[in-house]
């Protein structure tokens, strides 16, 4: 009995290794108190106070983000976007009589950058140079390495231009929203339209006028020109430039009556969109602002002056049998008639020597007179700045007089002489050109007796 219980006692004690090892109790549950709960739930709620209130500082940034990147606005340092503001107002479209457009604005898109918030200029022009390789990475460079808040990088870019960039991810760079002016017809009535500056303020022709008059806006500004007597007109006088292979060629078409300009053209000429390219020449209107010797083109004035005097009638002779030598100059005929020559013929035969002689007999202060009534001796006051001033001689003496007759010593503009030729054959009114549509009655002082005016038409006949 006393070694079993030996045996129990040493089975019963602790084995090294194991019991040694002090295994841990669990106490029986018991309830919780008041105050414990209490303080439990305010931690809780603190929690989640909190986490709400990190939940929407990251929705506010988290949308400021977004705004920033989708809209455009002046703050942060946003990647490219499209400008709010637009450049220059929109301009008055330009539409010939019929309402055809001739000009109007488009919008188009133009490159900046806030140099302050490039991060690494040269790195930024390197690659704005690969997206656009017409710009120099030199210059770009400059450009962004500055502290100015705006300055342009390119105007007027394509859509897969703008694509582009906006790839590249580059801070500090934008687009401002621009109008872009533009000319659907190209190259028809480019002298008369004109043009504007890369900011669309009008620079020549008709552009200028818009500009000039306060009215960019507004409803649209209708020329006297018709765009299917305009093309006419071009193509005819291209013919002939090939045909007789002319240095240049100008025309006008115009109502006699109103002084309406319906067509008219100077070649060579240059497509309105991009007049940068064309020469000085292509870009220079001689219909009005080229003044020259016109020839015998002048002696039709001359004719109406004699008879609008009523000394000269049209059975009147003239010897123009010999050459007229005065002081050391030398009037001849290039057909020579040899004969005594009435006032149709003189006109007829382009006789210099005849109409010198009528011009000496109508004395050359009423000459000078009946040319200035004409408009020939002053600037056309027109809505194109390209007007030419006639170059009138120092002195008006018997021998101006007389080779003015017949188109030498006096320049003028072709328009000048179309406006005073409208004058001769329409009743005798005085003709004041203009690129305007006119609607309704046009005031006219007359200049040329009726008379004078029919016997004008007959003889053009």
Do not use: C
């Not at 017809?185 to 303020?201: E, T």
């Not at 007229?324 to 290039?334: G, K, L, P, Q």
Request: glycine share 8%; net charge neutral; charged share 20%.
């Amino acid at each position: 009995m006393v070694g079993r219980s030996k045996q129990t006692q040493s089975e019963a004690a602790p084995r090294l290794g194991h019991d040694l090892i002090a295994r841990p109790r669990f106490a029986a549950p018991r309830n919780k108190t008041m105050p414990e709960m209490t303080r439990l739930d305010s931690g809780r709620r603190r929690i989640m106070l909190t986490m709400v209130m990190f939940a929407m500082a990251f929705a506010v940034v988290t949308g400021r983000l977004v705004v920033l990147g989708m809209a455009p606005g002046s703050g942060g340092d946003r990647l490219v976007a499209i400008a709010d503001n637009v450049g220059p107002i929109q301009r008055r479209d330009i539409v010939d009589r019929n309402g055809e457009v001739m000009a109007t604005d488009i919008i188009t898109a133009s490159l900046y950058a806030d140099a302050r918030k490039v991060m690494d200029a040269q790195e930024t022009a390197r690659l704005l140079a690969q997206a656009l390789p017409d710009l120099d990475q030199a210059s770009l460079e400059e450009k962004l390495s500055g502290n100015r808040a705006f300055v342009w990088l390119k105007r007027d870019m394509t859509p897969r231009e703008q694509v582009a960039v906006h790839n590249l991810g580059q801070p500090g760079l934008a687009f401002q929203r621009e109008q872009k002016r533009v000319y659907p017809n190209g190259s028809v009535a480019a002298h008369v339209l004109g043009g504007v500056d890369i900011d669309n303020h009008g620079i020549a022709g008709i552009e200028h006028y818009i500009d000039r008059s306060d009215a960019t806006t507004g409803e649209p500004l209708v020329l006297s020109l018709d765009l299917r007597v305009q093309h006419a007109l071009q193509t005819e006088l291209q013919i002939a430039v090939d045909e007789f292979s002319a240095i240049g060629a100008t025309g006008v078409v115009l109502d006699i009556h109103t002084g309406e300009v319906i067509a008219m053209a100077s070649l060579p000429d240059f497509d309105a969109n991009d007049p940068g390219s064309a020469s000085d020449r292509a870009r220079f209107n001689s219909a009005t602002l080229g003044v020259y010797e016109m020839g015998s083109t002048f002696k039709a004035f001359s004719v109406a002056a004699a008879l609008n005097s009523g000394r000269v009638q049209l059975s009147t002779e003239y010897d123009a049998r010999e050459p007229i030598r005065v002081s050391r100059f030398t009037i001849n005929d290039y057909h020579a008639q040899k004969r005594f020559l009435t006032v149709p013929e003189l006109f007829m035969h382009s006789s210099n020597i005849g109409t010198a002689k009528m011009v000496l007999e109508l004395g050359r202060e009423e000459h000078r007179s009946f040319l200035g009534q004409l408009g020939l001796l002053t600037r056309t006051d027109i809505e194109l700045p390209e007007s030419g001033r006639p170059l009138l001689p120092g002195t008006w003496t018997d021998v101006s007089a007389m080779t003015i007759s017949y188109g030498h010593g006096l320049s003028v503009t072709p328009l000048q002489v179309v406006a005073a030729n409208a004058t001769l054959v329409n009743g005798g009114f005085g003709v004041q050109p203009t690129f305007l549509r006119r609607d309704g009655a046009v005031p006219r002082a007359r200049v040329l007796t009726t008379e004078t005016s029919d016997a004008m038409r007959a003889l053009y006949r």
